[in-house]
């Protein structure tokens, strides 16, 4: 199933609502002390009050880090299950990385994990649960997080777009009953039927003409590919998954979004602009707006030159033109309408019916799910390439924790970071990164179906 704009659906978009942004607290040791609640929550996305939706959350819509900036946060535990908290796209040390039954055991229901990091990157990034991940993030468990740059950026306004899509049942609640298809996790995924944006439906954001605007897209769906278009001539691709492109590049094409990427851009308001400047997504019944720009006043001096690039995060390099320290292959294999017959599972070698019994369908190296033993074991500090080959009937986006990578991919621009790689059905890659903080680092699916049903291995880096 190549990708193609035409299974995104047609969405209904009905009512709107705000919701206040929450900023940290300072403390005076250096270290800022925050806490976030994993709760129930509802949200008002029917024209009729009394439909009220629940979902869940942080207690909070956003968060704001600063780099370098050394955060404690506590995380209360509110819902009726365990959880954990995984900081996606952030280089921080192994323990704090909140993987269930790998670097932490989950959090029970009514208890609290403290979380202690610094995070290294300024850009765009975000929090979600990583236990039983296949419900809890199509329940609402996530939350986009911004790290501020130390130097002021020169935009006039930030705005952050995190892009979900629901299932919603007839009674206007999450479709609860659906999680778990089999059907769906050996196809494209639970895919949903209701979009929102912020989780609100279609909010709309005040710019003024000839302003800069910082817009930062995040695909927070469990495996929904977003097309995004941006209806204005003067933008640029600032930087991909927290890390800025070294030349800011003009978007001129639609962005395709794979679950948990992110795009920072800017846009320059057009000075003649009037009303609403659509953020759309394109479909074959015509575009949906998934967001609105509404201008209001003029800015009195307009930029006349392009954006500036983002500051770098010092990233150690990793060219494509030296041979790495260490190199393997991963073999993505499985899928409704794949080859895949027999595969090892829980350290035994079953057939293909005997894995549907274990809710398993795909595999990484003839392996469903996290295996034993890592896929590579490599020194802090090494290059590595793992050739990954999209040998599936489907899409995929490529996750690896704790590190950012390289891969040439003639989607991406060329040279551009990555901590999550949209491949296309047969596509290969090559991803390349230089081993970072020692620990167990997951590499998985991030089209979270597909790694729940067996697209997950790990890497461990030692020092
Ligand atoms: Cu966004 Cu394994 O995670
Ligand atoms: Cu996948």
């Avoid at 509802?42 to 909070?60: A, K, S, T």
Wanted: charge should be neutral; hydrophobic fraction near 40%; include cysteine.
């Amino acid at each position: 199933m190549k990708i193609s704009r035409r299974k995104l659906l047609a969405y209904s978009v009905l009512g709107l609502a705000v919701k206040p942004v929450l900023a940290a607290l300072p403390s005076n040791d250096g270290v800022r002390r925050l806490s976030l609640v994993l709760r129930e929550e509802q949200r008002n996305w029917f024209d009729d009050i009394e439909h009220q939706i629940n979902v869940w959350g942080f207690g909070q819509d956003l968060l704001r880090l600063r780099q370098g900036e050394p955060v404690e946060i506590e995380v209360w535990n509110s819902l009726p299950v365990p959880s954990t908290v995984h900081w996606h796209g952030f280089r921080i040390e192994n323990a704090m990385d909140g993987v269930s039954g790998l670097t932490q055991a989950p959090i029970p229901a009514g208890e609290r994990f403290t979380y202690r990091f610094t995070p290294s990157d300024a850009g765009t990034f975000w929090a979600h649960s990583h236990h039983k991940t296949y419900e809890q993030l199509a329940r609402g468990l996530y939350l986009p997080i911004i790290v501020e740059e130390n130097s002021p950026v020169d935009v006039d306004q930030d705005i952050h777009l995190a892009i979900d899509d629901w299932r919603i049942n007839q009674s206007k609640q999450l479709d609860l009953e659906s999680l778990g298809a089999m059907h769906e996790w050996a196809h494209g995924g639970r895919l949903g039927n209701f979009l929102t944006v912020n989780k609100q439906v279609r909010p709309k954001y005040i710019v003024k003409a000839g302003s800069r605007v910082r817009l930062r897209l995040l695909n927070t769906a469990n495996a929904r590919i977003f097309a995004v278009n941006v209806p204005v001539k003067a933008t640029w691709i600032l930087s991909k998954d927290g890390q800025p492109l070294v030349t800011p590049k003009p978007l001129d094409e639609s962005l395709l979004l794979a679950p948990a990427e992110r795009y920072d851009l800017a846009i320059d308001i057009p000075q003649d602009a009037r009303g609403n400047i659509p953020i759309q997504m394109p479909t074959d019944s015509g575009p949906i707006d998934m967001a609105l720009l509404e201008v209001v006043g003029t800015v009195q001096n307009v930029r006349g030159y392009p954006p500036i690039a983002l500051p770098s995060n010092s990233l150690e390099e990793v060219g494509f033109i030296n041979e790495p320290k260490i190199s393997t292959v991963l073999d993505m294999q499985g899928g409704a309408m794949g080859s895949l017959r027999q595969a090892i599972y829980d350290g035994k070698n079953m057939s293909m019916q005997e894995l549907i019994q274990h809710k398993q369908i795909w595999a990484f190296n003839g392996v469903a799910n996290r295996p034993v033993a890592p896929l590579l074991e490599v020194r802090s500090g090494d290059v590595v390439e793992i050739d990954i080959r999209n040998n599936t009937g489907w899409a995929h986006s490529m996750h690896l924790h704790g590190h950012h990578f390289k891969a040439e991919l003639p989607r991406y621009s060329s040279g551009i970071w990555h901590d999550t790689l949209l491949m296309d059905s047969k596509e290969n890659a090559k991803i390349r990164f230089v081993a970072g903080k020692p620990g167990s680092w997951l590499l998985h699916c991030h089209m979270i179906e597909h790694q729940a049903a067996g697209m997950v291995s790990w890497i461990k880096v030692v020092s």
